[in-house]
């Protein structure tokens, strides 16, 4: 196994405040994706997204190489529920939890296990986990802001569909590793949605990339991934039209969302 490139970047060009993180070692190869702060409380500093990418990186560095994805997942969120001082008190504010995403090469079971809707190559073959939330209040804030600019000159630095989606951003956690028709699998220490785990063998490739979706489009090298996600900032810049997503450029961030690359070869 050797690692070809990596890259790691917070949106806000501060390497203390990225949410991110690439973690790997002779057993694991990951990439972490902390979740966006939604909380005004202020219970973690620098931020809950920040906190629990540094949780998992500890937890994999101790993680049993022999885990298998199920073995992993319980074990991660066992770590993230041991940050809670009053385990009652975020069983009811989901908001406030520590939530992140991830995605796994383990070395031993030659898979790669996605907990949450981190992405990956596969010898080119693209494999991502998306959540039917996102597609829905995506496709929102696109239809609020394509309402609001219909035929009209106005500055793409306006974004009316992320002001009307924000109150729903705020109620997702409710459904974070439920039943419901729009639950999501997200590694938080309280809730378990094992049944939403993918699993993708590995044991024939010879060449993967992980990413955070921080990327939208992965390409086979992190030069050309970084050339596609400038030319989407040139093209759709609040990414309401070729990339629908729940937020866009702007002028204050180095890009959308913080962003991590791995590629390596078995």
């Not at 066992?78 to 385990?87: A, G, H, N, P």
């Not at 406030?96 to 030659?110: H, M």
Request: overall charge negative; some cysteine; hydrophobic content about 40%.
């Amino acid at each position: 196994m050797q690692i070809i490139e990596e890259f790691t970047a917070s949106k806000r060009n501060n390497p203390a405040l990225n949410e991110d993180a690439i973690f790997h070692n002779a057993n694991y190869i990951a990439v972490i994706d902390g979740v966006t702060n939604k909380s005004t409380k202020g219970l973690w500093s620098p931020s809950p997204g920040v906190q629990a990418r540094e949780t998992l990186t500890f937890a994999l560095r101790h993680a049993n190489k022999n885990f298998n994805a199920y073995e992993m997942y319980a074990f991660l969120n066992e770590c993230l529920k041991t940050r809670y001082q009053d385990i009652t008190y975020f069983r009811d504010h989901p908001n406030d939890r520590l939530q992140v995403n991830c995605i796994i090469y383990s070395v031993a079971k030659q898979e790669i296990w996605f907990f949450g809707d981190c992405h990956c190559l596969v010898d080119g073959v693209y494999y991502n986990n998306s959540k039917q939330i996102d597609t829905l209040l995506a496709d929102l804030r696109s239809f609020v802001y394509q309402a609001n600019h219909y035929q009209k000159v106005s500055p793409l630095a306006e974004d009316p569909g992320r002001q009307a989606i924000l109150p729903f951003l705020e109620l997702q956690a409710n459904l974070a590793n439920t039943t419901s028709e729009f639950s999501y699998l997200v590694l938080d220490g309280i809730g378990a949605l094992p049944e939403k785990i993918k699993i993708v063998a590995v044991a024939d490739a010879q060449t993967i990339v992980l990413a955070s979706d921080g990327y939208p489009v992965l390409e086979a090298s992190l030069a050309e991934t970084e050339t596609t996600l400038q030319q989407l900032r040139q093209d759709d810049p609040l990414l309401v039209a070729t990339f629908k997503a729940t937020k866009g450029f702007t002028s204050k961030l180095a890009s959308f969302d913080d962003r991590s690359y791995i590629k390596f070869t078995l």
